[in-house]
Nanobody
Framework: QVQLVESGGGLVQAGGSLRLSCSLSGGTFTTYTMGWFRQAPGKERDFVAAIPWSGRSTTYADSVKGRFTISRDSAKNTAYLQMNSLKPEDTAVYYC????????????????WGQGTQVTVSS
């Protein structure tokens, strides 16, 4: 059974940086697309970034382009989300997601989800 565990969230001032990690177990990491989503209080869970199993391309939401970078390390079975130039509007619970065989930006394309990690950006 695939399990995803996120870490790296916390409180940071506007303009600061955080790196989120997502460790996958129970599956062959190199066959999974990895994605990040976020959900602010009272809002929908929105797409942030995705990287396919090959790691050869990445996709970002317009709101984070140029500030966030998604990557993956097959040796560690871990995906990362490097977040720079953080803004208060980035405050949300960030969720890692994985799917085998598909690559996209919609929630229902992903079959496996982590428990989420809180990111709070103060102004």
């Amino acid at each position: 059974q695939v399990q995803l565990v996120e870490s790296g969230g916390g409180l940071v001032q506007a303009g600061g940086s955080l790196r989120l990690s997502c460790s996958l177990s129970g599956g062959t990491f190199t066959t999974y697309t990895m994605g990040w989503f976020r959900q602010a209080p009272g809002k929908e869970r929105d797409f942030v970034a995705a990287i396919p199993w090959s790691g050869r391309s990445t996709t970002y939401a317009d709101s984070v382009k140029g500030r966030f970078t998604i990557s993956r390390d097959s040796a560690k079975n871990t995906a990362y989300l490097q977040m720079n130039s953080l803004k208060p509007e980035d405050t949300a619970v960030y969720y890692c997601a994985a799917d085998r065989g598909r690559y996209g930006t919609t929630r229902n394309m992903y079959n496996h989800w982590g428990q989420g990690t809180q990111v709070t950006v103060s102004s």
